[in-house]
């Protein structure tokens, strides 16, 4: 059965490590797989598979990341831009998927409904990765997960299982909801600090809390952010403006979240050596200060660049089992 990572549980708590060992043995060694080059064939080799990325959104590290890491591994990026395809107006998504699988190993989606990405994936035989959807961000987990084992790795198996890490500001965007479920699949202890009115759906708390059972982390939701900064050992955000939403009442002083803006004052009730993550853009003054982004606690860059090396390690992961 073919593979597809459309959201985060779509990989076992066995399977997230997997791909993140997968992930930091790329990123040692990039050389060590080229996996879309065919069977014993070099990167250069003109075997070479295609690897469709599809945009319905504009992007900056998705776009980077993915056709680097395409290329690292022996493979070609088909880059298709927004308004280039007949995808979802001139022809179904379940047409595409099955025109496209003949031609491709791969496809790579980042659009607006998550539902999409399930009939790409329902009428695809090559693997399907989503990389953003209104209800989730898997991709940027797997970076966010990798860093966090780099930078404060535990005892327990895996590096992960054990730390605690709090999530503040719009508490139900896609990050929110990839946060918890990546978090108590990695054994994490999750903490969601957000306003009332914008607090996770309870189908993906309910989701989360169940896996966390398993695995032995732990969910929270508050609207008390002091309550969720106090002993974390990471503190991420994002911008309180997700991609397609209106701006209006969402930024500046009388925001909802600005009392979730992760500051100094925040950052000095969290444990000590405490990291701070944004999957970026960031605002600087709004969700997070400048002080804290570009603060020595800041690894919102390896964050960064971890994207490149997780999508490797997926990828790879995933071509092995096609």
């Known amino acids: 059965m073919t593979r597809h990572f459309l959201t985060d549980t779509d990989l076992s708590p066995t399977e997230l490590l997997e791909v993140l060992d997968l992930a930091a043995e790329l990123k040692a060694d990039p050389g060590t797989q080229v996996p879309f080059a065919g069977p ?15 945009f319905d959104k504009t992007s900056t590290r998705t776009r980077v990341s993915f056709a680097a890491g395409i290329a690292a591994l022996g493979g070609s990026p088909l880059i298709i831009n927004p308004g280039e395809a007949q995808l979802g107006h001139k022809e179904s998504i379940a047409d595409t998927a099955q025109v496209m699988s003949r031609m491709v190993s791969m496809i790579v989606w980042r659009t607006y409904a998550q539902v999409g ?3 790409m994936a ?8 989503n990389a953003l959807s209104d209800d989730y961000h898997p991709c940027q987990l797997l970076a966010d997960l990798l860093t966090i084992r780099e930078h404060r790795p535990t005892d327990a198996p895996g590096g992960l299982a054990g730390t605690t890490l709090a999530y503040f500001g719009d508490g139900a965007n896609n990050m929110a909801n990839s946060y918890l479920l990546a978090g108590a699949n990695a054994g994490m202890h999750v903490r969601i600090a957000a306003p009332d009115s914008h607090q996770p759906a309870a189908a993906i708390v309910q989701r989360a809390q169940a896996l966390a059972v398993e695995t032995g982390g732990s969910i929270e939701i508050t609207d008390d952010a002091a309550v969720a900064a106090t002993g974390a050992d990471v503190l991420v955000t994002d911008t309180w403006v997700s991609m397609g939403q209106d701006a209006e009442g969402r930024g500046g002083a009388d925001s909802p979240f600005m009392p979730y803006q992760v500051n100094a004052a925040l950052l000095d009730v969290a444990a000590e050596g405490a990291l701070v993550m944004h999957c970026l853009p960031a605002y600087r003054g709004q969700e997070i200060t400048a002080e804290v982004i570009d603060g020595p606690q800041s690894v919102v860059f390896d964050e960064a660049e971890n994207r490149l090396h997780a999508q490797m390690g997926l990828m790879a992961w995933l071509e092995a089992r096609g």
């Open 117 to 119: 990405l399930e009939e």
């Open 122 to 129: 329902a009428n695809s035989s090559v693997p399907v990765i």
């Open 40 to 54: 014993g064939a070099a990167a250069s080799d003109a075997a070479r598979k295609t690897v469709a990325v599809i």
